[in-house]
């Protein structure tokens, strides 16, 4: 099949792929593997070929991904159920005070944000927000909207998020340079976050009839109890051990920090150590082995274990339900993940990558753009930022791979891809109901506000990785 005849290939299988999970409302990763296995039938490939290509692209894709996925959603989950994320947001709030309660709460999403997948973290933070709002006397979405931009920028860009850690191992990018320039580059968006936010919070949203009714629940019991609390007595004395530990002993906003912060001081050591010893020493092993990001991530969640777990009084078997609770799904983030990378290696496999990277290269557009616009492409069409990074990577692995970068510019090409699948949020992502249904937006006022927040951090962040692209390459590291 010539050049002409696979790109053809390429747009109706993804155009096939769209319709299949918009129109048709199949499961992402169900839809993902048929499309697959159709795809390398038509392009060609050898029928005995197709199953082993398959298990590669799963395989390849879920040897980083699952371990990170699953140890990172239950650090995230260890941190939620210890009520850790309401110590560490009630230490900014009397660090900063209330003239500052809102970028306190950006801060703390900032932080919560590296081990905690968006959805999840979001949710968590929710009792957070609307505490917030209450001490203010504002709507939830004054304090929930840069919230919300900053975690999603966090997700789509920093390890250990499945869409990063998937699209990285397509290409093989070093987690550790991925991991500081995503953290460098989305401190000055979570500020933008802040202010952008502000700006279209300036006028007055309705919020919807059924949200408005729990806030003033909420904000009833908040009042009603002087202390925040939300639990009645009936309830209290249905809860379980783990949400009466930390009911009554939430784990202090010092371990939250040290636990957040120690799987990424242990990758950029990693990182950054292996610069400065000889390459190949027993010095460069032991380093590359403590910033490996799965080592990291299950040293941290063993210690979290004890120090957010068994030591305030929950026992194993409660801990451990709590635990295998969370990772229900991220059972399915994984699978999609792994789908997106089958989907990936047949497009590689059949030669569409080497076309479509022919085609990019005769049109003279930098790589580094090719990567964010089909990311944006795939993001607006199909919803999920998962789906959008791994598929572009798959699609672009040949010019990537084949393209003679560094290991650091590898690494911005794949960020400059996460933030092509940052932006343009809207009805066919989960993230968009997730957040207008709690922060009390219409379709209407979400598009107006969420959707025109994220498109302006995923801009802001892809122009960001072009500086430091330019300036890594001039410096020639």
Not at 264 to 285: K, R
Not at 452 to 464: D, E, K, M, N
Request: glycine share 14%.
């Amino acid at each position: 099949m010539g050049t002409t005849g696979l790109l053809i290939t390429a747009i109706v299988a993804v155009a096939v792929l769209l319709v299949a999970i918009i129109r048709l409302k199949l499961p992402a990763f169900l839809a993902l593997l048929g499309v697959s296995v159709l795809t390398a039938l038509v392009v060609g490939i050898p029928l005995g070929d197709v199953v082993t290509t398959i298990v590669e692209g799963m395989g390849g894709t879920l040897g980083n991904v699952a371990l990170l996925v699953g140890l990172g959603t239950m650090l995230g989950k260890l941190i939620e159920v210890s009520g850790g994320a309401r110590s560490l947001a009630d230490t900014f709030t009397s660090t900063f005070g209330e003239a500052k309660i809102i970028a306190a709460l950006t801060a703390v999403a900032f932080l919560l944000a590296i081990p905690v997948f968006f959805d999840v973290g979001f949710i968590v933070l929710i009792p957070i927000i609307y505490g917030f709002a209450v001490a203010l006397g504002a709507d939830p979405v004054k304090v929930g909207l840069p919230v919300g931009g900053i975690m999603l920028a966090i997700h789509v860009t920093v390890p250990p998020h499945p869409g990063v850690v998937g699209g990285a191992a397509i290409v093989d990018a070093d987690l550790g340079w991925i991991t500081i320039f995503g953290l460098v580059i989305c401190i000055p968006l979570a500020f933008l976050s802040y202010y952008v936010a502000g700006v279209l919070n300036k006028r007055d949203i309705a919020m919807l009839p059924e949200t408005a009714r729990t806030f003033a629940s909420f904000r009833a019991s908040m009042l009603a109890s002087g202390t925040g609390a939300t639990g009645t007595p009936a309830a209290e004395e249905n809860e379980s051990a783990v949400v009466k530990a930390a009911r009554e002993n939430p784990a202090g906003s010092g371990s939250v920090m040290f636990f957040i912060l120690l799987p990424i001081v242990m990758i950029m050591a990693g990182t950054i150590g292996g610069l400065m010893v000889t390459e190949g020493s027993t010095a460069d092993t032991v380093l590359g082995f403590v910033g490996a990001p799965a080592v990291a991530l299950l040293v941290t969640t063993f210690i979290a274990y004890y120090v957010l777990g068994t030591r305030r009084g929950v026992s194993s078997a409660d801990l451990g339900s709590a635990l295998d609770a969370g990772l229900a799904p991220a059972a399915i983030i994984i699978l999609v993940t792994g789908a997106g990378g089958v989907f990936g290696k047949v497009l590689t496999v059949s030669g569409i990558g080497t076309a479509l990277a022919d085609s990019l290269s005769a049109t003279g557009m930098p790589l580094l753009l090719a990567l964010f616009l089909v990311a944006v492409v795939l993001r607006v069409s199909q919803g999920s930022a998962t789906v959008a990074i791994v598929t572009t990577l798959g699609l672009l692995t040949t010019a990537v791979v084949g393209g003679d970068y560094t290991t650091v510019q590898v690494a911005l090409l794949v960020l400059a891809t996460g933030f092509g699948a940052l932006g343009f949020s809207h009805v066919t992502d989960s993230g968009f109901w997730v957040v207008t249904r709690f922060l009390g937006l219409s379709v209407a006022d979400g598009l107006r506000t969420w959707t025109v927040l994220t498109s302006v951090l995923g801009i802001a962040g892809f122009l960001l990785t072009a500086v430091c692209f330019g300036i890594v390459t001039a410096v020639g590291l």
